[in-house]
């Protein structure tokens, strides 16, 4: 009797084990596919699938063991990664006064004015002309400025963020060493009676259909791709 109990144990671990075996590459292969393809949240999980996950283990993981190795001064501040992370994620980061944040060195503080001006003696325009004596100059509407940062530095998702911030906040954008781009142009809306200076290449029904299953079962971003392939 114990003999049978033994060989009916021993026969479900290995049709476990070997449904197992095929059970998770597929789910895996899954976790692959979502983190590259699918989800657009997480740029870490984008270049690293999988792998990349690590990082949140290893970031939950950090406060209990840096009790155990190392010393305190080995380590950056609680408070300083929390603000981090917290900036990364898109999450409040305001940090109040406290007794753990001395202001011991200088630091940029703004201030509000004791002597407040009149709307009419303040200068509303903050612009900046860049060539005023050329042709045809360009005026910013704000002296910010993003850096000179090619195409080819960061992802194709990244660039079109800048392009998106840049059009929301209206400032220039350096295009850096690599030209301007077409994820440059992700928020252009050109003026059809005057498109002289554009050039339009319409792909073959194979490339929109392409386009349309990729945006379908991927994500618009993988759909670019693979239509300009």
């Not at 994820?183 to 792909?203: I, Q």
Request: charged fraction near 20%.
């Amino acid at each position: 009797m114990l003999e049978e109990i033994k060989q009916t144990l021993i026969n479900g671990l290995d049709e476990l084990l070997a449904l197992g075996f095929w059970i998770i590459p597929v789910l895996l292969f899954m976790l692959f596919v979502h983190d590259r393809y699918v989800q657009r949240r997480h740029q870490l999980l984008i270049h690293y699938p999988i792998i990349g996950r690590m990082r949140y283990v290893f970031e939950a993981l950090r406060e209990p063991m840096r009790q155990y190795f190392a010393s305190e001064a080995f380590y950056d501040s609680r408070d300083k990664i929390e603000w981090v992370y917290k900036a990364a994620k898109n999450v409040p980061n305001f940090m109040s006064f406290s007794l753990t944040q001395p202001f011991n060195n200088s630091r940029f503080i703004v201030k509000h004015s004791s002597h407040v001006l009149n709307e009419s003696e303040v200068n509303q325009d903050l612009g900046i002309t860049f060539g005023p004596t050329r042709t045809k100059p360009f005026k910013t509407k704000t002296p910010i400025i993003r850096s000179a940062m090619s195409d080819g530095a960061i992802s194709p998702e990244g660039i079109r963020a800048f392009a998106l911030g840049s059009t929301m906040g209206h400032f220039p954008v350096n295009t850096g060493e690599g030209g301007l781009t077409s994820n440059f142009f992700y928020t252009h809306r050109p003026d059809v009676a005057h498109m002289e200076y554009l050039e339009v290449v319409k792909g073959t029904w194979f490339a929109e259909l392409a386009f349309k299953i990729s945006a379908f079962c991927f994500n618009r971003g993988i759909a670019i791709k693979v239509y300009r392939r």
